[in-house]
Each structure stands twice: as structure tokens, then as C-alpha cells.
């Protein structure tokens, strides 16, 4: 019986890492209109994710047309999110553009995507996870749509040639590394919104002439302001906001200059 026992245990504990492999597994593919083959992860009733693939670094090319519903056993599902490393390595990619069902890029969703240089992103996004397009070497120009609320460390880093970044104007928190060595950059609008700075988000600037603060209320770095910006550097600000940012104990140490 003893040994009875212990076959049967050892039997499921040789299934369990099956299971939990399958779980992490596509639930089913489908072609989008731009020619590839993409899969897909059921996440919730009628919504799914563009879920990763072994085969994708080596499949994937050109531009991708994310759609806005795929359709599978019968049934429609609404195209909602990017999975986790969903893209990652993938160097041939060129560029994407995502549907406005979209609310969700997961971390390093396209992380090392050497020769991403468009990226569409719809006006319902919300998420945009950690280190999502770090090392994106092609990238030249930024848009975030003002629905994203969060921002995750390292979003941006090492995007060298990125020239410009448009930031949403309803994030609270510029987060850690953001835009580390995005040494491209000749400046940056910080909207009224962004109340705190986190440590090295513009760390490895080369380029940049001049930062522009469209808020009244001088934001809070959370490290330093080497990390931020090298103290040459002119800041300029709204004539209400003047007085604030002089008197500023980290502010005050930056060449203030009126819009």
C-alpha cells in the first residue's frame, strides 16, 4: 500500500509543472491584418491579451496591426492588453499600432526591440509597465496619450535616439530610470500634473538644452537633482509659477527663466 502510495505521489507532482507550463500557454492564434501570426491569452469573459510566443523573435517582422476583436471557437473577444515580455528581443519588428480597445503594455512587453522606430499607441491606454520599450535603439519619437495613469520604472531606457517624448498630462509620477540614456533628447514639457520626480529618470542626458515645468507647484525629486539635470541647464517655468520655483530649496539652484 506504502508504495502504492508514493507512485501516486510522485506521478503528481511530475504533472503539476505541466499544468502550470500550459497555464503561461497561448489559448489560440490568429492572423491580423497586417500578415502575422499572432496569439492569444483569454484573460477575463470576452477579452484577451496578445500573449508571448517561443517562436516570435524569429517569426515576427515588419509592421504589426494589432486588432481590435479576434475570434475563436465561436465567439468574439475584444483585443485589451499586451502580455509581459510579449514582444521582448523581437529585433525585427518595425513598427505597431494598437487598437483602441487597448488599456494595457505589460513589463518589457517590447524590451530590446532594436528596430521598433513607430509605435501607435491608442488613447484608452492606462499602463504602461516596466522597462516596456527599454532599449528600443530606433524609436525617434514618443506620444503618450494623456489616458495613461501609470508609468513604470525604466519605461524608456536606453531609447538612445529618441529625439522627443510627449508625456501624458494626467501621470502624478515621473518613476525611477524612465528616460535614463535617452541621451537624444534636446528637452522636456513636464506637465502640471507630475508632482515628483523618481531617482535617475533622466539619468545619462547628452543633448538636452532645456527643461520646461508647465505646473504652479515645483515637483518634488525624490533623489538628488544631479540624477535629474545637470545645474547649467535652463528650467522655465510660467510667469505664476516664477516666485515658487526660486525660492525652491532644489529649483532655486537652476537657472530660472519665464515663458
Known sequence: MKKIILFLSLAMLAVVPAVAQNDNEPDFSSVCSSGQVLHYKIVDYGEVYVWPYFQYP???????????????????????????????????IQGVEMPTTMFVIGDSAFAGCTDLRVVEMPKTLTDIGQYAFAGD?????????????????????????VRHFVISHTLSYLPEGVFKNCASVTGYIIPASIDSIGCNAFYGYRDIRDITFLGNVPPHPVCDTELCFGRDIPVYVTPRAFDAYKKSYIWGQYPIKSM
Do not use: H, K
Not at 78 to 84: E, S, W
Not at 137 to 161: Q, R
Open 58 to 92: 524569429e517569426m515576427l517582422g515588419g509592421f504589426i496591426n494589432i486588432p481590435r476583436t479576434v475570434r475563436y471557437d465561436g465567439q468574439n473577444y475584444i483585443v485589451t492588453g499586451i502580455a509581459d515580455e510579449c514582444f521582448a528581443n523581437c529585433i525585427r
Open 137 to 161: 535603439t530606433s524609436l525617434i519619437d514618443v506620444v503618450m496619450p494623456n489616458s495613461v495613469v501609470e508609468l513604470g520604472p525604466y519605461a524608456f531606457a536606453d531609447c538612445y535616439n
